[in-house]
C-alpha cells in the first residue's frame, strides 16, 4: 500500500466524498456548485454515484468540490 501524504482524497471512496457534501450542502447546494442533471432532477446517492462513475469531468468536479470544502480554510 502506497502512503499518500499530500492527496486529500486518499482513502476516500466517492460514496463517501458524495455524501459528505451533500450533507454539508444539499442537492440545490450541490446543482449551484456542479451543474449536473443528477443532482437537479430528482437527486439520490444511488443516481448520481451512478453518473460521476460514468462521467470523469463530473466526477474531478465534485472531487474539486471536495477538497476546497473541507480542506482549503
Known amino acids: 500500500m502506497s502512503v499518500q501524504p499530500n492527496n486529500p482524497l486518499h482513502g476516500l471512496t466517492l460514496k463517501t466524498i458524495l455524501t459528505e457534501l451533500y450533507d454539508h450542502y444539499g442537492w440545490d447546494g450541490l446543482a449551484q456548485h456542479v451543474n449536473v442533471n443528477c443532482f ?4 439520490s446517492i444511488k443516481s448520481s454515484l451512478h453518473f460521476l462513475r460514468r462521467t470523469p469531468w463530473a466526477r474531478e ?3 474539486q468540490l471536495y ?3 473541507f480542506f482549503e480554510k
Open 40 to 43: 437537479k432532477y430528482e437527486p
Open 61 to 63: 468536479e465534485v472531487e
Open 67 to 69: 477538497v476546497q470544502t
